[in-house]
């Protein structure tokens, strides 16, 4: 039996011929090397299932094409892994060198004949060596296919090899999940808030709650650093959930107690929003919660909303039913659709803080900036620009009419305490 859409191994199959492969490594060094093609997704949706499967074959192929090769398989979807005997010789700079131009090969190739604009494929590598050959085979995949979630990830750099300091990152997001639930029942994570302040009067006009993990010897632990890990297991529901019902109670016992409150924005991770049961969770809270909805908001990245625009389109309507408002968060830091913005409403456009690029913006960054402003106001969207950091970008955006403003300028995110002192 072959894998029926490539005619690889099947993936055991792989694993007993590398195995044999290992026991025969000699002072040889084994490669593997796992890629697959970035936003394949995409290309799936825009050319269909059947052009899909066609390009993983055809990917597969030349994936698989190098002489040294000795066994290959699909593990899942368009994610191929392939390992050969190479030379203990050849410096790793040349098989950098070596896979690259094999990659660019084989996206031009693939570009051409399904005629699409851009195919880029990310790949990750992990060497077998003699003195490493005792490593369990399915560990030595499992690290290269964590250098090839980096190389996809990665801005400037599609092909990766696994290292020392991605081992600790490894055993770094190991810990993090096996602690998170405890973190969270003993409640070491808790919302923060940055003000989110008015163009014209300077006002308080809302708040973004964003999640901050205090260990009990007193050190934190920021987003980034637990986010990616938790994103990938699944438990990020599980924290924005938590997130929710901390800020929800937080609203209720300002307005119980008769003290003024600004509307919080909450942000939905990718995982969240394809799973719909949020909106019903979110139903829930404001059962146990009782408040006017304008006091909650919603934020959706830009990216998670590409990827799934139907399930974005069918929350933001339930949200506009209860009365919740939703922004677009991110704004232009991923593969923006302007299509998007005409297919789903949002209440509110974030401009991605990378938008700011100098202290005070210079020419070619003001166009840009001035015309998504004016873009979302045309839209019948509030713009918020992010990353604030100084008074000359403030009083641009001002100048163009961006609404709202965000940023280190005004206040970073504050514990719970430190922002009810704001609030008068
Ligand atoms: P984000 O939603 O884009 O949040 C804004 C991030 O920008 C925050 O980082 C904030 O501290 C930072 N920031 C704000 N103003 C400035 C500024 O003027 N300059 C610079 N350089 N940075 C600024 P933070 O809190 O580390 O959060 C990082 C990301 O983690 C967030 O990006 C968001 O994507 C995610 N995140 C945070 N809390 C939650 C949460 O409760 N649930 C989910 N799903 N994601 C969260
Ligand atoms: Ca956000
Ligand atoms: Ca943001």
Redesign the pocket.
Known sequence: MVDLITCLDPYDIFITKLKNAVDDIGDRIIPIVYSDIKHFKYFNDTYGYKLGDDLIAEFAELVCKDNSYITGARVVSDNIVTAGYVSNKIPRDDMLKHIRQVNDEIEEYLCKKFKCRRISIATGVYFITAESKDINVETAISNANFARKQAKESKDESVIFFDDTMAERINRELDILASIKDALSDKELMPYY?PKVNSITGLIEGA????RWRKPDGTFI???QF?PAIEKSGQ?TD??YY?YEEVFRFIKNRLDNGEPIVPISL???RAHLTTLNIIGKIKDLLVKYPIPTEYVEF?LTETSCMENPDSARQFIDAMHELGIKVSM??FGSGYSSLNLLSEIPFDIIKLD?TFLKSKIPESKERIIISSIVTMSRELGMKSLC????TEGQSIFLKNIGCNTQ???LFS??IPQTEFEALLI
Request: charged share 35%; aromatic share 6%.
């Open positions: 940055q973004e709650a964003l999640v920021y987003p980034d986010i990020i924290v924005d997130m942000n939905v991770s934020e968060d991110d803080r992010e990353g604030v950091e965000q940023g280190f970073k995110p």
